[in-house]
């Protein structure tokens, strides 16, 4: 399995931007469909993108995709998330995940068998 290190997260202000970075180890994350989730206080965690092995499709969800931007670096082994206009329900833990087993992108967590152990983003208002 590929391990996952993300990190990028932090304290911000609404309205500014912040890159958060998930680094593999052990396999190529580019054999795999990448994803980002996302855990606030008390609520499930959400998918937020996802880029399928090929890097021909990027995914998102509705609620982000005018504010959230995916992208992988092969060369690097990893996989980004761009977040601007960043607002306080935003606040969360953000995972990358990676999908062993699809051949389409899917949204649900339980397809992603390998996660990182998740980044803080905390927006102030």
């Known amino acids: 399995q590929v391990q996952l290190v993300e990190s990028g997260g932090g304290l911000v202000q609404a309205g500014g931007s912040l890159r958060l970075s998930c680094a593999g180890s052990?396999?190529?994350?580019?054999?795999?469909?990448m994803g980002w989730f996302r855990q606030a206080p008390g609520k499930e965690r959400e998918f937020l993108a996802a880029i399928h092995w090929s890097g021909a499709t990027t995914h998102y969800a509705d609620s982000v995709k005018n504010r959230f931007t995916m992208s992988r670096d092969s060369a690097k082994n990893a996989v980004y998330l761009q977040i601007d206009r960043l607002k306080p329900e935003d606040t969360a833990v953000y995972y990358c995940a990676a999908d062993y087993t699809s051949d389409y992108i899917s949204i649900q967590a339980a397809d992603f068998g390998s996660w990182g152990q998740g980044t803080q983003v905390t927006v102030s208002s």
């Open positions: 052990g396999r190529r994350i580019s054999n795999y469909i």
